[in-house]
Nanobody, 126 residues
Framework: QVQLVESGGGLVQAGGSLRLSCAAS????????MGWFRQAPGKEREFVAGLSWSGAITNYAASVRGRFTISRDNAKNTVYLSMHDLKPEDTAVYSC???????????????????WGQGAQVTVSS
């Protein structure tokens, strides 16, 4: 089992920045692909960003590329999502997820992720 707990969400004005953290416990964290997903009210959950176990391979949704950065610190069992130039359309519940199926293939598909955090609300005001 892997337990994931997000933190760092909140309310920010458009153009502002936030950093989300996801602390993992349980089974080995460093061997897993980690991802961030988000779900806005009335919409399906969508992929935001992901990275390989080493952090060398990253994958971003087109809507956030250049504004968001995903990173990880395996010594701290933590993955981060740094978000800049936030827009009202970034408002959503952000969840981190861990995949036990791959180490270097960063999937965008929710079905490839086995463990999920409870989510953190990010609200961007215009």
């Amino acid at each position: 089992q892997v337990q994931l707990v997000e933190s760092g969400g909140g309310l920010v004005q458009a153009g502002g920045s936030l950093r989300l953290s996801c602390a993992a416990s349980g089974r080995t964290f460093s061997e897993k692909v980690m991802g961030w997903f988000r779900q806005a009210p009335g919409k399906e959950r969508e992929f935001v960003a992901g990275l390989s176990w080493s952090g060398a391979i990253t994958n971003y949704a087109a809507s956030v590329r250049g504004r968001f950065t995903i990173s990880r610190d395996n010594a701290k069992n933590t993955v981060y999502l740094s978000m800049h130039d936030l827009k009202p359309e970034d408002t959503a519940v952000y969840s981190c997820a861990a995949s036990t199926r791959h180490t270097n293939y960063v999937s965008r598909t929710t079905a490839d992720y086995d463990y999920w955090g409870q989510g953190a609300q990010v609200t961007v005001s215009s």
